[in-house]
């Protein structure tokens, strides 16, 4: 079982910024797997934040794009999140996921972290 650990949550100003961090507790996986971040507000459905490939190929939600950038470092078997010029609506559980290159392989999630924009 893939345990994913999560960090980098917190409250933070509109306006200001965040890092978050995801790692596999089995780092083999880690380099042929896309990662992501998804988060879900309040009464919300769960909704896809970023995502990157192994090749590093990006995606964002239209909502966060110029704002937040994903990256990993396969040398560390980490994924992370800079959230820069947060919003009061970027307030959420904020989740990490994995994906394995694997039909039938299961997808894997952190526990979530908060991200609370407030002033």
């Known amino acids: 079982q893939v345990q994913l650990v999560e960090s980098g949550g917190g409250l933070v100003q509109p306006g200001g910024s965040l890092r978050l961090s995801c790692a596999p507790s089995?780092?083999?996986?880690?380099?042929?797997?896309?990662m992501g971040w998804y988060r879900q507000a309040p009464g919300k459905q769960r909704e896809m934040v970023a995502t990157v490939t192994p090749n590093n190929t990006t995606d964002y939600a239209d909502s966060v794009k110029g704002r937040f950038t994903i990256s990993r470092d396969n040398a560390e078997n980490t994924v992370y999140l800079q959230m820069n010029s947060l919003k009061p609506e970027d307030t959420a559980v904020y989740y990490c996921?994995?994906?394995?290159?694997?039909?039938?392989?299961?997808?894997?999630w952190g526990q979530g972290t908060q991200v609370t924009v407030s002033s």
């Open positions: 089995d780092g083999r996986i880690f380099k042929i797997s896309d």
């Open positions: 996921y994995l994906g394995l290159p694997i039909v039938s392989a299961p997808d894997y």
